[in-house]
């Protein structure tokens, strides 16, 4: 290819990218990681056949500067973990969006199989929730405490352990990536039958709505997180089962860092799941009202972050990057 053909092609690419690193833009890091990719792939094309030119000089002053700007400074960032909350993760979780959806609907069958599953079959309650767990709670219906099983143990134990416990849910979800989505698919399956078999369980002793009134209290966050830690895994398996233009070896440590990064998101919903179940659940009489706007404010806070705040930030990153371009 000729120099000015290489120049014509590519200019629109090297003056956004130069925008954005001298005038101090807020641009995704993962955008940015592909500028300069794309930016070094240039840089090593016109030293291999334009080693003389003024092309050259550009992008290797042009390269150090971007080296400068994503590395050497990033030490600086004191605000580093508000930051990824804020800002980097949403922008991230975007482009994951759609495995999310395909994680609700893996989940969504798993709860839809456990409800038929023990509707029609009675001894399929004790196969999925344990002989222990369904005489308790049995035996607290008869005492009029359908959700007594909440009160036992101390709230800050009970905080700390459901914490910990749920924590080590949503690495599993994760970590069962790594043979394939198969392995989160069933830790989602497994657990979407287990859900739909404890509800049921309350919906045959005619306690569906009592129940759900203190359950989903911190069901709502602690069941959410559980499905995006799923997705978190379906991003680690499908990059080793799709790995597109990359080696499979690469793909699959895109997967992992990424999978891990959108699993380490849902840690402080995990203890604000946690706390709830620890702290507030035990109080199963308190009023209707209050119940329903803790749980509804606990869905609404996860999907204003995992669905509606992204698509804001994307659609802002997007009409930046546009006026980059036609500046």
């Not at 009029?144 to 080590?168: A, E």
């Not at 392995?183 to 759900?212: K, V």
Request: with cysteine; net charge positive.
């Amino acid at each position: 290819m000729r120099e000015a053909a290489f120049v014509k092609q590519n200019k629109e690419k090297w003056v956004a990218f130069e925008k954005a690193i001298t005038e101090n833009l807020k641009i995704s890091p993962d955008h940015l990681a592909d500028y300069y990719i794309q930016l070094t792939n240039d840089l090593s094309y016109a030293q291999t056949y334009y080693p003389d030119s003024k092309t050259l000089l550009y992008l290797n002053s042009l390269a150090s500067q971007a080296h400068q700007k994503i590395y050497r400074n990033k030490k600086e960032n004191k605000n580093r973990v508000v930051s990824f909350w804020k800002t980097e993760f949403p922008l991230f979780f975007y482009q994951h969006q759609k495995t999310l959806f395909y994680t609700f609907i893996i989940f969504g069958v798993a709860c839809c199989i456990g409800i038929i599953s023990a509707l029609n079959d009675a001894s399929f309650l004790r196969l999925i929730l344990g002989d222990a767990y369904v005489n308790e709670t049995l035996s607290n219906i008869e005492k009029g405490d359908p959700t007594g099983i909440y009160k036992s143990g101390s709230m800050v134990g009970s905080f700390l352990g459901i914490t910990i416990n749920n924590i080590r849910v949503a690495f599993l979800a994760y970590a069962f990536g790594v043979i394939t989505s198969i392995g989160t698919a069933y830790i989602l399956f497994s657990n979407g039958i287990m859900l739909g078999a404890f509800m049921t369980f309350f919906y045959n002793e005619g306690l569906l709505f009592e129940a759900s009134k203190s359950v989903w209290l911190h069901g709502t966050i602690e069941i959410s997180v559980i499905v995006i830690a799923g997705c978190a895994g379906l991003v680690m398996g499908n990059s080793i089962l799709f790995p597109k233009t990359f080696s499979r070896r690469v793909s699959f440590m895109k997967g992992a860092k990424d999978g891990l990064k959108i699993v380490v998101s849902t840690i402080p919903f995990f203890i604000i799941a946690g706390f709830i179940e620890g702290f507030i659940t035990r109080y199963s009489n308190m009023p209707v009202w209050l119940a329903m706007f803790i749980i509804f404010s606990s869905l609404g806070l996860i999907i204003f972050y995992y669905i509606i705040y992204p698509i804001l930030l994307n659609k802002a990153n997007e009409r930046q990057l546009y006026r980059i371009k036609t500046a």
